[in-house]
Every structure is written in C-alpha cells, then in structure tokens.
C-alpha cells in the first residue's frame, strides 16, 4: 500500500470552503480510480491560517499513476481548489506502508 501525503494552507474561512471542496469534488473522484483505497483530511492551526494535510491511500503507484499521471509527484489540484489556498504543496510525498495497527477495513468503514 502507497500513501500520498499533500499539504495546503489557508484562512479559516477558505479552509472550511476547500475541505467542502475536497468531500463533494475529490473524494467522488478518487473512489471512481481503480486501486484507490481511502482518504483522510486532517488540519491544524498555523497561526493566522489552517494547514490542510491530506493522506490518500492506494493498492501500488500504479494505482497512483491512473490518478495523477505520469508526473505521479505532481499534486493535483484544480483551480477551483487552488483559489481558495494561500499556498499548497505543488509536489506530493509517497511512502509504501510499513506497519500500521490500524486495519484497512477499519480506515474504509471510518472515512
């Protein structure tokens, strides 16, 4: 298993319009990609503004790539998305899951 890491960051209000962006938006279309396995969202105060993490779950880069293209370390972000950022990741960070103690069917049945 692959999990993508992206961060943004932005002010309260705009932070609350992306995560409303990112459940109607995105998450429809990362569970239409075959190997998609889950998402989470997670933030936390930076000050002034709100840092957006978000950790997508996948079965291979493969599975990434039918994503993200052949550039799989590019973020993905629509404009939409991106006018409501004061700034984001334009790279993204995988790492193939090592140990969890967490099970898959727990993290699907959570989000």
Do not use: C, N
């Not at 799989?72 to 950022?85: D, N, P, T, W």
């Amino acid at each position: 298993m692959v999990i993508r890491f992206w961060s943004a960051r932005a002010g309260e209000v705009q932070s609350q319009a992306y995560l409303e962006h990112f459940q109607k938006v995105v998450l429809p279309k990362l569970r239409g990609t075959d190997g998609y396995i889950g998402a989470t969202a997670l933030t936390r105060r930076a000050g002034d503004e709100v840092e957006i993490l978000v950790a997508t779950a996948w079965q291979s880069l493969d599975a990434v790539r039918r994503f993200a293209g052949q550039d799989f370390e590019a973020a993905v972000v629509e404009e939409q998305a991106a006018a409501l950022l004061t700034d984001f990741d334009r790279q993204v960070r995988h790492f193939e899951l090592a140990a969890t103690d967490v099970s898959v069917s727990s993290l699907l049945r959570w989000r």
